[in-house]
């Protein structure tokens, strides 16, 4: 995956993320893209669409190993 924005994480409880991580959020399969204090973009595979998952939402996604 690449980014325009140097490598980041941030967490809000127990969640994580890196710029690159492969996820899953309701119907939305993609990678992390853009990671900010409130909110992460979830660029869709094959496609240049991203979504905004804003910090409320964090907990329903979901990291998929290997992918």
């Known amino acids: 995956m690449v980014s325009n924005v140097p490598p980041k994480s941030v967490s809000s409880g127990q969640t994580v993320f890196l710029v690159g991580d492969h996820v899953v959020w309701k119907h939305i ?36 190993e290997g992918k």
């Open 29 to 64: 399969d993609g990678h992390v893209y853009f990671i900010d204090d409130d909110y992460i973009t979830i660029c869709v595979k094959g496609s240049q669409c991203c979504v905004l998952c804003y910090r409320e939402n964090w907990k329903e996604v979901i990291h998929q």
